[in-house]
């Protein structure tokens, strides 16, 4: 009897792994979506517009990167936008009308976030409440709260520079752009969320958790305490983010992030995060991010009324779910 070898299949190249890669197609309606809005208003690319549109990516951005995690967990909140708010809101009243240090201040807003997101975590690991009801009940109480202890006015101006106001939204020059230093933050985070859940143990627990957690959880991870910890993190950028918005516009209202929860879901499902967890992506979060930014600024420039931007986003993110879906067929089938 001859015996027949089986040739192995055959490992896929670089350029057809990155084709099924979701950040792909995301990158590529980024493409699209630029060289549109560049051809539609030669004022698109301006150092001007640019330097707009990066001053506002940074915050959105901040809150993105920790949703990515959380989402890639299984879980999400819904109440970041009302955290945008309240941490801001809680450190002006503190350094304003309590006569508190900017700096205790500001540790007594990240301590507020700590908090919030501890219970959300809590209360749908330990309680087993959907985090979908958890942080929609959390909204209501976080915004509620803002509105309740600043009757409903954004407080007035912070006009006391120092070294920390400087620190989250120092303004500098690069050549032609004007920037600003929480596009550093914004930088340093992501690198510290690509390493985390590209490189670290933890992005693999994070990962198997969003996939399986049973099965997670009978290799030794430690799901409960993963995810509470997720949520604080989110909850704690979510507030770093409005802090750094307050400082940048020298305001706090307490409706400030209306609306920021669902806009950070969809940067981070349009970047080729799965919904339903067990899949994340950083990279292409930044890629969601600079798209939901670039398409809220350039219909704007464009002359489409600013109230039609919801239907950009909605078509695009309908495009992005088929594409992403096509490409996990494909995977499937190869």
Not at 200 to 226: E, F, T
Not at 229 to 234: A, E, M, S
Not at 274 to 281: F, N, S, V, Y
Request: hydrophobic letters at 60%.
């Amino acid at each position: 009897m001859v015996a027949v070898s089986e040739t192995p299949p055959a490992k896929p190249s670089l350029w057809s792994q990155a084709l099924r890669a979701p950040e792909f197609s995301s990158l590529i309606i980024l493409v699209i979506v630029l060289a549109a809005f560049a051809f539609g208003d030669s004022k698109f690319l301006s150092p001007l517009n640019v330097s707009n549109m990066i001053a506002f990516l940074p915050e959105l951005g901040i809150i993105a990167l920790g949703m990515t995690l959380l989402l890639t967990a299984g879980e999400f909140d819904l109440s970041v936008g009302a955290v945008f708010a309240l941490a801001p809101v809680s450190v002006m009243l503190l350094a304003q009308n309590a006569d508190f240090s900017l700096g205790a201040a500001l540790l007594v807003g990240l301590a507020i976030c700590v908090v919030i997101g501890a219970i959300n975590g809590i209360l749908v690991t330990k309680v087993g409440i959907s985090s979908f009801l958890v942080t929609l009940s959390m909204l209501l109480i976080v915004r509620g709260a803002a509105l309740y202890v600043t009757q409903g006015f954004p407080l007035k101006a912070w006009d006391r520079p120092g070294p920390l106001v400087t620190l989250l939204a120092g303004s500098f020059d690069w050549g032609p752009f004007r920037l600003y230093t929480s596009l550093w933050w914004f930088i340093v985070l992501t690198l510290l969320a690509i390493y985390i859940l590209d490189y670290a143990k933890l992005g693999n627990w994070i990962s198997a958790i969003g996939s399986n957690r049973s099965a997670a959880i009978a290799r030794g991870v430690p799901a409960d305490r993963v995810k509470i910890w997720l949520f604080i993190l989110t909850s704690i950028l979510a507030g770093l983010a409005g802090m750094i918005s307050a400082f940048r516009i020298s305001a706090a209202s307490p409706v400030a992030g209306t609306g920021y929860e669902l806009e950070v879901i969809a940067m981070v499902v349009v970047g080729g995060t799965a919904l339903t967890g067990g899949r994340g992506t950083i990279l292409g979060t930044l890629v969601g991010v600079l798209m939901l930014r670039a398409i809220r600024n350039g219909i704007v420039l464009i002359g489409v009324p600013g109230l039609a931007y919801n239907i950009f986003v909605g078509a695009i993110i309908l495009a992005m779910l088929v594409l992403h879906a096509a490409l996990q067929k494909n995977k499937a089938r190869a």
